[in-house]
């Protein structure tokens, strides 16, 4: 077993994950978090729906909010179950690392003494260690000169390409006779409205991207960039599955619609996961998935679409977030969910773009 003391470390920065893991127990550790992590959070969000359903109830706006925290409550299950004092041994320090040497970002254990070992192999952390267990995990603090003003500014640039892309495919649509976008004079100040409700949003996504675009993408590292990005994307989707059920089943949208949305989640997922492994960490994906918008809404017509328009719109605006993720997915040396990997005695870079 490794402890935090004897992994290499760059100037304060976590080892790379592919190099942290140890060899023996790697695979078993990857797949037992992967299937918690999806599971977990397909299991919670389905058994809410059902809920609804059975009892006839529409679903409320607020459950929605509140449902998008589903996965970082699993998330800290898997923390605790993996990383606590009664985890098997072996297992916590193989998975733990996986979360700050994926990142790139600051390992808080990387100048700490070795923690002192307890019954069953697990170690014992407070409030405080909790907390910088979470930062670790969730990709929440990048390793940079000025993290707070990276955090800022890619994050305003992932929401400008996001409704880059919905503006450009509205446009397309148009241009095909699918839609009606509406006039500048209506259109203008109503993105700029947007831009305090995607903050408030931000909280509540938060809770979905720090599993999605964070924690299960160091796990899934090893198979790189695109392999991990595409499992991540078949797991967003299915997680969502139960919730356009629910709303397909109470009425409030049309089957085909709920079949459109579903089919709309896995370009949008590669697109985020581009995102955050290409900066490093969580917040560019957190903001743009907070936007409240697609390219349908930016339709005259967009409640009285059909099917056939419904699905040009879809098909457009798909071909366009991943040619979008195509240039944003990090190139060469750097893998899924970090930048490139460091060796001892040299510095990460950041990004190239």
Partial sequence: MSTAAELPSTAGRAPHLAS????????????????????GSLAGLGLVCV????????????????????????????????????????????VADAGGANA???????????????????????????GRELVRWWGLWPARRRPLLHIVGTSVLA??????????????????GAIRVQPAAALVPAL?????????????TLGEEVVWRWHLPAVLSPLG????????????T???????????????????????????LPPLSLFLSALAARWACVWPAVFAHA??????????????LGPEALWAVTGITAVLLVSAALVIAPVGGQEAGGPARSQPGTTTPGPTR
């Fill in 51 to 94: 809920g609804f359903v059975l009892t006839d109830t529409p679903v409320p706006t607020g459950a929605v909010l509140f449902g998008r925290w589903i996965p970082a409550l699993v998330s800290l299950g898997v923390i605790a179950l993996l990383c606590g004092p009664q985890r098997p041994r072996g297992m916590g320090d193989a």
């Fill in 159 to 176: 929401m400008l390409l996001l409704t880059g892309v919905y503006l450009l495919a509205a446009a397309l649509s148009q241009s095909l």
């Fill in 192 to 204: 700029l409205m947007m831009v305090p409700v995607s903050v408030v949003f931000a909280m509540s």
């Fill in 291 to 304: 936007l409240p918008f697609t390219a349908v809404n930016l339709a005259a017509n967009g409640a009285e």
């Fill in 20 to 39: 942290a893991l140890p060899a023996a127990g790697g695979l078993g550790v990857r797949a037992t978090a992967a299937l918690l992590l999806a599971g």
């Fill in 104 to 130: 790139g970002f600051r390992d808080p254990r990387a100048s700490a003494p070795p923690a002192r070992p307890e019954p069953g192999g697990g170690r014992r952390f407070g409030a405080a260690g909790l």
């Fill in 238 to 264: 299915a997680f969502h599955i139960p919730l356009h059920w629910a709303y397909a089943a109470e009425g409030s949208v049309e089957p085909s619609t709920a079949v459109a949305l579903t089919a709309a």
């Fill in 225 to 236: 960039f695109w392999g991990s990005a595409v499992l991540v994307a078949v797991a967003w």
